[in-house]
């Protein structure tokens, strides 16, 4: 299974007319935005990061843009790592190819110019951002500037060591990381995650990892389960799939205790035994 690329045309004039207005660009006829008139010199669009926000951007600008907007895409790694799906990395159910998506498609298909490097400052007088790439810095300059970085990992304070207890919140190594601690997962082991207070990334993405991770512990016979230590007072997305209605957290054959709990800061403890819900709080984190 591969991450659905964001890179066909699927799209319609009344999404073309949301996306320039949505981009500030709009003057907004159907075709082309009032400033890209044939008399004006094409605009030069610069998008920083080509993550699913970032690539769409700058493919619909480059495709509806008909040769009227030039844009340029700076993408710190050479291909994007998809957060999308990464949770099946961590139980071993897809690889990280299945995560990994090309850019070539980029320039060859939508005539995007693709610079491999980091966006390191925005001169928004001059109109210029700095970019550092392997053969050294460079400037580039835009007329209209999009950035789409997503969000990063905030390290919590104190001695916390990412190697030794990955988040995996970030796909990449921290994905491969946690992969293997979850691979070597001894019987009756213990997967131990917390979920931080909203507003986080991905709302359902902790929910979903303790659901994957209880279900591969099941599948696997480990008799282990996974304590969640959730910051929040209740589940935070899909309460019905996550909740107590969900099917998909019994008890195993193996083990009589269910797959996953949910703890909770709001101290609510029912009983350990407490097989009604795959993610009830149980017992305060340790
Ligand atoms: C575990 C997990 C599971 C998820 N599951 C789903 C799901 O099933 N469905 C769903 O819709 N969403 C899911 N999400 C959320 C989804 O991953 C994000 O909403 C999405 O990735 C946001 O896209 P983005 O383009 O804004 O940012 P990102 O995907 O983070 O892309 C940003 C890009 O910018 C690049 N970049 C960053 N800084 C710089 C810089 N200074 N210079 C150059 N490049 C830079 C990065 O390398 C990256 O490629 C999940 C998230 C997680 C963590």
């Known amino acids: 299974m591969k991450t659905p690329s964001p890179f066909t045309d699927t799209t319609t004039a009344l999404d073309r007319r949301k996306f320039f207005q949505i981009l500030g660009l709009a003057g907004a006829s159907l075709t082309l935005p009032r400033f890209l008139s044939a008399a004006t010199p094409a605009a030069r669009v610069v998008v920083v990061g080509a993550g699913f926000g970032g690539a769409t951007a700058a493919k619909y600008l480059s495709l509806w843009g008909k040769g009227k907007v030039q844009v340029t895409l700076v993408e710190a790694n050479p291909q994007h790592l998809s957060c999308i799906l990464s949770n099946l990395?961590?139980?071993?159910?897809?690889?990280?190819?299945?995560?990994?998506?090309?850019?070539?498609?980029?320039?060859?298909?939508?005539?995007?110019?693709?610079?491999?490097?980091?966006?390191?400052?925005?001169?928004?007088?001059?109109?210029?951002?700095?970019?550092?790439?392997?053969?050294?810095?460079?400037?580039?300059?835009?007329?209209?500037?999009?950035?789409?970085?997503?969000?990063?990992?905030?390290?919590?304070?104190?001695?916390?060591?990412?190697?030794?207890?990955?988040?995996?919140?970030?796909?990449?190594?921290?994905?491969?990381?946690?992969?293997?601690?979850?691979?070597?997962?001894?019987?009756?082991?213990?997967?131990?995650?917390?979920?931080?207070?909203?507003?986080?990334?991905?709302?359902?993405?902790?929910?979903?990892?303790?659901?994957?991770?209880?279900?591969?512990?099941?599948?696997?016979?480990?008799?282990?389960?996974?304590?969640?230590?959730?910051?929040?007072p209740g589940i935070t997305a899909e309460p019905v799939n996550f909740g107590s209605t969900s099917p998909a957290f019994s008890p195993t054959s193996s083990s009589p205790e269910p797959s996953a709990w949910r703890t909770s800061p709001s101290g609510w403890k029912p009983s350990p035994r407490n097989t009604e819900s795959p993610l009830s709080p149980v017992a305060p984190c340790p």
Not at 94 to 113: R, V
């Open 89 to 232: 990395v961590v139980t071993g159910a897809l690889g990280m190819a299945d995560i990994t998506i090309g850019l070539e498609a980029l320039p060859s298909k939508y005539g995007i110019t693709l610079v491999t490097g980091r966006a390191m400052s925005v001169n928004p007088v001059a109109r210029t951002l700095d970019v550092s790439t392997a053969s050294g810095s460079t400037s580039l300059p835009y007329d209209h500037l999009i950035l789409a970085p997503g969000i990063d990992f905030i390290t919590p304070a104190g001695d916390y060591n990412a190697e030794l207890t990955p988040h995996a919140w970030v796909a990449g190594p921290q994905t491969t990381l946690l992969r293997n601690q979850l691979a070597g997962l001894k019987k009756k082991g213990v997967f131990l995650m917390n979920i931080p207070k909203a507003p986080y990334r991905c709302p359902p993405g902790p929910y979903e990892r303790a659901c994957v991770v209880a279900d591969y512990i099941k599948r696997k016979r480990l008799g282990g389960k996974v304590i969640v230590c959730d910051a929040n």
